[in-house]
């Protein structure tokens, strides 16, 4: 109760913060006053825009929650909706910082990009090592579906139900999930969320697939046969964790025409461009240029919905633990301060109508014009 009391607490004062910053901002007076947010410069252009969040620096670091709800129009929790987090014993949920993140989302009018319901990472060990029959393994699918979309329904725009699932030669990876049920888990998956959430938008979400190759083309045909045999599947999702190198921008537009001509949306994931270190101001050019060019290839595609980061503040990111010598791959720096690529995203954005022209956004179809789901009900404060 108490825990509960200082989460709603927390989200909160994020929210009067927010609020604050921002009026302080209209009216010309923060260091920022020739900027506006992300957040409504993207919504002229009809996408979301935001980053992967951890829970501990929502709540423990004011200055994150501030640029968060300041900035951005939609967050994907970075773990605590993953299995091991959130379903971390067969009979026991763990809700708390799911709903704190669902709930700040809901005090800033942000949306969540829901991650993830399938996956082969980051599995309790009481799923990961039991023995259930390919029943069981059906049935625990379904339930823990039903009880975390359920929970969340209405308040989630899209969901990544199936996470990585392809290998790079387009075969189906080897997972607990495709050994214990067969490939039929995919369906079944897609299925059930839209079961428990008939709104939401459910997305096939995996990493290497942004250029036309024997990934992508695995994936292709994985999602076209989902959507004839009716399957409930809405998009698919690029999470480019990339380079300086950046990617081959013309295979990329051209695969994502090829998955938008069968009708579903697409969805930059988890974008994040490391650098080795030592940062250097040349590097930061070029990272910057990158940001920018995937920008770009998402607004020249009218499928396109949203572009997210994984993560915001060079403080709070994957890519030094994960990649060691790299770092530094996302727009704002460990001091909150913007980074040359965040002024070549706001720089992308302003193109596409003149500040102060936003119209509230709505639900709109794949290849219909480009438009966002805007009515996400809040989840109450108090538990
Ligand atoms: C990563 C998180 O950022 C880390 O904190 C965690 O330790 C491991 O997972 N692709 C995904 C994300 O879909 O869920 C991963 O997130 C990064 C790669």
């Known amino acids: 109760m108490i825990q509960h009391r200082r989460i709603r607490d927390a989200v909160v004062l994020a929210a009067c913060w927010s609020i604050a910053l921002f009026e302080i901002s209209a009216h010309g007076q923060s260091t920022n006053s020739d900027l506006s947010p992300l957040r409504d410069l993207a919504s002229q252009c009809g996408i979301w825009i935001g980053p992967a969040v951890a829970y501990g620096p929502l709540i423990g670091e004011a200055i994150y929650a501030d640029t968060l709800g300041r900035e951005f129009s939609i ?14 014993q067969q ?21 969540v990009h829901g991650h993830t319901l399938v996956w082969h990472n980051q599995i309790p060990s009481w799923l990961s090592s039991g023995s259930f029959t390919r029943d069981e393994m059906i049935d625990i ?38 050994t214990s049920i067969g490939p ?34 695995g994936i292709y045909d994985l999602v076209s046969g989902m959507l004839v045999r009716g399957i409930p599947i809405h998009g698919v999702g690029f999470q480019l964790h990339i380079t300086l190198a950046g990617i081959n921008l013309a295979s990329f537009a051209q695969n994502m025409q090829r998955f938008a001509d069968l009708g579903l949306e697409i969805y930059i994931t988890e974008l994040d461009v490391r650098m080795q270190l030592p940062v250097t101001p040349e590097k930061l050019a070029t990272q910057a240029n990158v940001y920018a060019e995937i920008l770009k290839a998402c607004l020249a ?31 704002f720096d460990e001091a909150y301060q913007p980074k040359p690529a965040y002024d070549a995203l706001a720089q992308g954005l302003r193109k596409c109508a003149p500040v102060g022209a936003a119209t509230a956004p709505s639900f709109g179809s794949a290849n219909g014009s480009r438009s966002l789901g805007g009515a996400i009900r809040p989840l109450p404060l108090a538990y």
């Open 301 to 331: 595609q009218p499928a396109c919905r949203a572009f997210q980061m994984w993560g915001f503040t060079d403080g709070h990111s994957w890519v030094p633990s994960s990649f060691p010598g790299y770092g530094a791959a996302l727009i």
């Open 75 to 88: 967050l994907t929790p970075e773990n605590d909706m993953k299995w091991a987090p959130i379903h971390p």
């Open 91 to 111: 009979f026991q949920y763990s809700f708390d910082r799911a709903d704190a993140l669902v709930a700040f989302a809901g005090a800033n009018g942000m949306t």
């Open 184 to 217: 039929e888990y995919l369906d079944l998956a897609f299925q059930f969320t839209s079961d428990a959430d008939p709104n939401a938008r459910l997305v096939y979400n995996d990493y290497g697939n942004e250029s036309i190759n024997a990934k992508s083309n």
């Open 141 to 178: 699918l379904r339930d823990h579906i039903h009880t975390v979309v359920g929970r969340y329904s209405g308040a989630i725009a899209a969901w990544d139900v199936v996470n990585e699932a392809v290998n790079d030669d387009g075969s189906l990876r080897s997972t607990l999930w495709l």
